[in-house]
């Protein structure tokens, strides 16, 4: 006959080494799919603007996309704009990020394993502006004075070349490292001379505290800065459907951005950052918006990236070369287009950013620019 004792102590035993093992088993996550917005963003819910990824946040497509599944998607937005996205990419606290193209430059130099899967908001414009009623009048005569300038930006590199295009480098001027925010609040208070920024301007602007002295007239692709959607390479290596399902969705919203139809609707979509509604109109204003909603992977694109790498390296901000050669992932892109039948929907441009280029647009080799 069995001893109750000794099955009672044996029983509480193997629960309790039952208990303990569960209990030292690491906690299963939810399936997380983590994006970062290289800006601080605005907006309640928080949201950016500019972008076909800006028009995915603010319908909650890629939140409908996962619906039904475990996948949470979450958004990260950063005031330290690239170089901060590059750090929580580094340390896997990101999947997928919005970032430009120095910034992304800067992470492959140093390492990071990322692809780069489509375009999100190409041909932006950088601006230059001076407190209301200053005597500075051109490029030219902001030599010797007081500059804000956010470095390590997609814009820091394009106020360089057009500083280079007048005669000048930044050695010529004060530069002063001040962050989107900051560089506003110092040019009203007339705390700089002058300072290169983004539509942010177009605020002060209408505000009467600013006057932009360069806009780009010509619309010339040189001083425009370009971004890209970037997947880190061990996220993109291990879930490939969420990457593709991510793509479906950004191609999505980059056709309905891109027809004309609905540019009110954009502009008033990005508006919900509680940027003006016109300085959004002054930013867009000589711009399709189908170009610069084009997914494509063009050689406009890549020519914009490899050039961008060649002048990090030449001004010393990166310390090896950097080649987009194998760097751009576009069979997502590929896919999405097929698809949904839109391979010819958008123009793709020559190295030259104006001439229309015959190659496949998103085809991750060099393209045939003709002549």
Request: with cysteine; hydrophobic share 40%.
């Amino acid at each position: 006959m069995a001893n109750p004792k000794r099955t009672s102590l044996f029983s509480k035993t193997r629960v309790a080494t039952a208990l303990a093992a569960l209990l030292m088993m690491p906690l299963a996550e939810a399936d997380v799919l983590r994006i970062g917005v290289a800006s601080a963003g605005g907006g309640d819910p928080v949201t950016f603007s500019g972008s076909s990824l800006g028009i995915v946040r603010n319908q909650q497509l890629l939140e409908k996309a996962f619906a039904g599944t475990d996948t949470e998607v979450q958004w990260f937005f950063f005031k330290g704009a690239g170089p901060a996205v590059n750090e929580a990419l580094s340390n896997q606290q990101l999947d997928f990020a919005y970032e430009g193209d120095l910034p992304a430059v800067v992470g492959r130099s140093n390492g990071l394993d990322t692809k780069l899967l489509a375009a999100i908001g190409v041909r932006s414009n950088v601006y230059l502006a001076v407190p209301k009623g200053s005597e500075i009048k051109s490029v030219e005569d902001l030599k010797g004075k007081k500059v804000a300038v956010f470095r390590g930006t997609n814009a820091h590199l394009v106020s360089i070349k057009l500083l280079a295009d007048h005669g000048m480098t930044e050695r010529d001027l004060k530069v002063i490292n001040l962050d989107s925010g900051s560089s506003q609040a110092a040019l009203a208070s007339k705390g700089v001379d002058a300072a290169f920024g983004g539509r942010e301007l177009f605020k002060l602007r209408d505000q009467g505290l600013a006057d932009i002295i360069f806009d780009n007239p010509d619309n010339n692709v040189r001083y425009t800065r370009q971004c890209a959607l970037v997947v880190r390479g061990d996220y993109e290596k291990q879930h490939a459907d969420n990457v593709q399902k991510v793509v479906n969705v950004l191609v999505d919203a980059a056709r309905w951005e891109s027809e004309a139809s609905n540019r009110d609707a954009v502009l008033n979509e990005w508006a919900k950052t509680n940027e003006p509604l016109a300085s959004l109109q002054a930013d867009f204003g000589g711009l399709d918006l189908r170009d610069s909603a084009s997914p494509l992977v063009d050689a406009f694109l890549r020519d914009s990236y490899q050039a961008v790498a060649d002048q990090a390296r030449d001004e010393k901000m990166i310390r090896r070369p950097v080649s987009v050669e194998g760097w751009f992932d576009t069979r997502y892109l590929d896919n999405a287009l097929k698809a949904k039948g839109l391979e010819h929907y958008w123009t793709a441009y020559g190295a030259d950013g104006k001439a229309a280029n015959t190659a496949t647009a998103s085809s991750d080799k060099p393209a045939n620019n003709g002549g």
